[in-house]
C-alpha cells in the first residue's frame, strides 16, 4: 500500500493527497520514508492536538471560536493524525475543524486507522445518539465532511491501484473507452496531471486541481494528437459523467480537427452595469467564490444585491442551473429572479427565455417538498404525497398519501440521512445561494448543509440582529455557530445603510446594543438625510389613551401621504392591525400590518404603535410566571461562557423593535399610551 502510494508520490504531494495507515509498522515505515525524502511533516495523537485548542466554557463572541490558530498547528506540508476517537460533542468539532482545513489548504492529510476502517468507526459515540436528535445531525453532516475527505483525498486500499477511490471509479470509466493510464505526472507542486493513451497514441490529459471550486478553461485544447482537459478532485467525485461526457465530446471533435483548438469556454454576457456602485465589501463578498462564507447584511446593507449579483458572478464559472437560490416567501423569490432576469444579457436570448433560465429560485419549503415528490418511493409513498393542512390528516392509503406542511422537513430530513440519495442530490448543484439564513430553524439547516456536502460550495446571507421568528422555529444560533461548522470560512459584515437618516441608524444601533451574544457590527449611515429637519427624526411620543394615539397616526400619515410621503403603521399583533384597518376607513395608501410582515420593506415615514411595557417587549418575553421558550436547544450553547446571559424571548422582541425602527427612511414616530417601554428608557 504504502510502496503504491510513493509510486505516485510527486503527483500526490503536489494533489495533496493523503494515505491511510493501518498498522502501526506502516505508521513507521511512512515516516521513515517521509524523513528520507525531506518532507516537512508533524505527527499528533488526537488526544495531543486537543491540547492545542481551549473551548469549553470560553466562547463569548461569535467571532471568538478557537481554530483561528489551526494553520499555524497544522503547518507542516503533511499531518499524520493517530488515534481518533469521537467520545463528545467537542470531540467532532475539533475533527471537523481539522477535515475542513486539510480540504481547503495545500495540506497532505493521513489518517492513522485500524485494519478494516470504517468512517462510523471513527464517530465512536455517532450511533449512540438518537437519530432525530440535534447531535446525531450534528454529526452526521460532520462525518459528510469526513466521508468528503476520504473520498477524494486520501488513498484508502492497494485495490483501487494507490489512487483514491473516486479517482479509482473514473479511471475506470476511461478505461471503458479504449483509454488506459499512461502515468500520473506532477510538472511542481501546483499542478497533477492524469495521462491516458489508446492504440492510435491518442492522449488524453486531464489537469488536475485539488483545491479551486471551479475549473478554468483556459488551457483546454483539442488535436488530433490529443485532448486536455482541467478538473478538480471534487469534479472527480461529485460529475463525473459530466466529465466523461465531456471527454466524449472532445474526442468526437478532435477526429475533424486541424490546427489545434483553445476551448476557453464562453461565458455569460453580464451587464456591466450590475454592479456599479458596490463597495468594497460587498464586491469582495460577491467575488469570493474558493470558501463557504457567511454576509452579515445589516438593515439597509443591500443583501439582496449581493445576492443577485453572486448569482450573475457564478455564471463566468458554473451554469445557471447548477445555482440554487433559497429563501423563505414566494414574494422574495420572486424579486430575485426578477432583478436577476433583468440584470442578465445573453446575446440572442429574449428577456422572458433568460427568465425561464433561471430554474432554481425557491422557497426552502417549496425545493424540500419538490424532493419528497421525487424520491416518495424512497420514503415509503406509493405516489406522491400531497399537502394537506396541519389538522392531523396524514399518512398513506390506497389511493392518495398526504403530508402536512409541517412533515415537509422531516421527511426531507429522512432523505439527506440516506448517503446515496444524499449523494445524488447534492450532485445536481455547484453553488447554493441562502438568504435570511437568521431565521432558518435548525433542522432545515441540516439540510442545506447536506446539500453542499461538505465542499463548502455555499453563502449565506441573512442578520442575527434581524432574527424574529423565533417562535415559528427560527433558531438564530445557526448564523452565529457559522465557524463551528466552516473554521474555514469567510465572514463578511456589512454595516453600510444606504437606506436611513444617520438619526434613525444613531437609534437603532443603540437599540440593539442591549443585546449580549451577536455579531460585533455598528451600522453607518450612507444617507446624511435633511440637517435642517435633523431634530425631528425619531420622535417619541406619549398620549393619554389609545384612541387619542390612532387618531394622530391616521391623521397624520394621510396629510404625508399627500405630499407624496411613503408611509406605514406598524403594531405587535395581528389584533392591533385589523383594529387600526377598521379606524383606518379610505386610508389606503398608508401601509398596515404587523413588524414581522414589514421585514423586508421600506417607507419614508414609519409609526410604531403601542411601544409600551408588555405590547413592545411583550409581557410573554418578560414576565417571570409565564414560561420562557428554552433557549438550550441548539447543542453548541454549552460552548459559551457562563457569564454570557441569553435571553432569547426577550433579545427577539429587541430585534423586532429594531426591524420595526429600520423600516424608515426619513422619520419615525414612536408612539404609546400605556406605560413606557423599556427599551425608550434612556
Avoid at 224 to 232: E, H, L, P, R, V
Wanted: charged share 25%.
Amino acid at each position: 500500500m504504502i510502496n503504491l502510494y510513493f509510486k505516485n508520490f510527486n503527483f500526490n504531494l503536489s494533489g495533496s493527497i493523503g494515505i491511510m495507515l493501518y498498522s502501526e509498522l506502516e505508521k513507521e515505515d511512512f515516516i521513515k520514508k517521509i524523513k528520507e525524502l525531506k518532507i516537512d511533516y508533524r505527527f499528533y495523537t488526537f488526544e495531543a492536538l486537543k491540547t492545542h485548542f481551549n473551548f469549553n466554557g470560553k466562547i463569548v463572541s461569535p467571532l471568538n471560536f478557537p481554530f483561528k490558530n489551526i494553520d499555524k498547528i497544522l503547518s507542516a506540508r503533511l499531518v499524520i493524525l493517530d488515534g481518533i476517537k469521537v467520545k463528545s460533542l467537542w470531540d467532532a468539532v475539533l475533527l471537523n475543524a481539522v477535515c475542513d482545513f486539510a480540504l481547503n489548504n495545500r495540506i497532505i492529510f493521513c489518517i492513522k486507522a485500524e485494519d478494516g476502517f470504517n468512517i462510523d468507526d471513527i464517530f465512536f459515540s455517532y450511533l449512540n445518539y438518537d437519530k432525530n436528535s440535534r447531535e446525531y445531525l450534528i454529526l452526521d453532516v460532520y462525518k459528510t465532511r469526513l466521508t468528503l475527505l476520504a473520498e477524494t483525498r486520501i488513498v484508502r486500499d492497494s485495490k483501487f491501484g494507490g489512487y483514491t477511490s473516486s479517482m479509482a471509479g473514473f479511471i475506470d470509466k476511461i478505461n471503458a473507452l479504449g483509454f488506459y493510464i499512461k502515468e500520473m505526472r506532477s510538472k511542481n507542486h501546483d499542478e497533477s496531471r492524469l495521462i491516458f493513451f489508446n492504440d492510435k497514441k491518442f492522449e488524453i490529459k486531464l489537469a488536475v486541481i485539488p483545491l479551486k471550486r471551479t475549473a478554468d478553461s483556459n488551457g483546454e485544447f483539442i488535436s488530433k494528437k490529443g485532448i486536455a482537459i482541467n478538473t478538480t478532485l471534487t469534479d472527480i467525485y461529485f460529475y463525473p459523467a459530466e466529465l466523461i461526457d465531456k471527454i466524449k465530446i472532445f474526442l468526437g471533435t478532435a477526429e475533424n480537427a486541424g490546427k489545434p483548438i483553445h476551448c476557453r469556454y464562453k461565458r455569460a454576457q453580464i451587464n456591466k452595469t450590475s454592479a456599479d456602485g458596490m463597495s468594497v465589501i460587498q464586491d469582495t463578498s460577491i467575488k469570493e467564490i474558493s470558501s463557504p462564507h457567511l454576509v452579515i447584511a445589516g438593515a439597509g446593507s443591500g443583501k439582496t444585491r449581493i445576492i443577485v449579483n453572486k448569482f450573475l458572478y457564478l455564471l463566468n464559472f458554473i451554469p445557471a442551473d447548477s445555482i440554487i437560490i433559497l429563501t423563505f416567501t414566494n414574494n422574495a423569490a420572486a424579486e430575485v429572479k426578477n432583478r436577476i432576469a433583468s440584470s442578465l444579457t445573453i446575446k440572442g436570448t429574449g428577456r422572458n427565455s433568460i427568465a425561464d433560465k433561471v430554474l432554481n429560485i425557491s422557497t426552502f419549503h417549496s425545493f424540500f417538498y419538490s424532493l419528497i415528490k421525487e424520491f416518495h418511493k424512497e420514503l415509503g409513498f406509493e405516489s406522491a404525497p400531497l399537502i394537506k393542512g396541519n389538522n392531523g390528516d396524514s399518512g398513506k392509503n390506497a389511493n392518495t398519501a398526504f403530508i402536512s406542511y409541517d412533515e415537509i422537513i422531516s421527511y426531507a430530513i429522512e432523505l439527506f440521512k440516506n448517503f446515496d440519495t444524499a449523494l445524488d442530490i447534492a450532485s445536481r448543484f455547484k453553488y447554493i445561494l441562502v438568504d435570511e439564513y437568521q431565521d432558518l430553524d435548525f433542522f432545515s439547516d441540516y439540510i442545506i448543509k447536506k446539500l453542499d456536502f461538505a465542499r463548502g460550495a455555499v453563502m449565506y446571507a441573512g442578520d442575527d440582529d434581524q432574527a424574529i421568528y423565533g417562535f415559528n422555529g427560527g433558531d438564530s444560533f445557526n448564523i452565529l455557530f457559522f465557524d463551528l461548522f466552516f473554521p474555514s470560512g469567510k465572514i463578511f459584515i456589512l454595516q453600510n445603510n444606504y437606506r436611513s437618516h444617520y438619526k434613525i441608524i444613531d437609534f437603532c444601533n443603540l437599540i440593539i446594543n442591549k443585546i449580549a451574544f451577536r455579531y460585533p457590527k455598528k451600522l453607518t449611515a450612507k444617507n446624511s438625510g435633511d440637517e435642517k429637519n435633523g431634530n425631528n427624526i425619531v420622535n417619541i411620543m406619549q398620549f393619554k389613551n389609545k384612541n387619542i394615539e390612532e387618531k394622530f397616526i391616521i391623521e397624520t400619515a394621510g396629510r404625508l401621504n399627500e405630499h407624496g410621503k411613503s408611509t406605514a403603521i406598524l403594531v405587535r399583533t395581528q389584533k392591533e392591525e385589523s383594529r387600526f384597518k377598521a379606524v383606518a376607513g379610505f386610508n389606503e395608501k398608508s401601509y398596515i400590518g404587523t413588524i414581522h410582515k414589514s421585514k423586508g420593506l421600506e417607507f419614508d415615514i414609519i409609526f410604531i404603535t403601542n411601544v409600551s411595557q408588555g405590547n413592545i417587549p411583550h409581557l410573554k418575553s418578560i414576565q417571570p410566571t409565564i414560561p420562557q421558550r428554552k433557549i438550550s436547544r441548539h447543542s453548541f450553547i454549552q460552548f459559551l461562557d457562563d457569564g454570557i446571559k441569553l435571553k432569547t424571548d426577550r433579545d427577539d422582541e429587541i430585534k423586532l423593535f429594531y426591524v420595526a425602527v429600520s423600516r424608515a427612511r426619513e422619520k419615525v414616530f414612536i408612539t404609546y399610551s400605556g406605560e413606557i417601554s423599556e427599551f425608550l428608557i434612556n
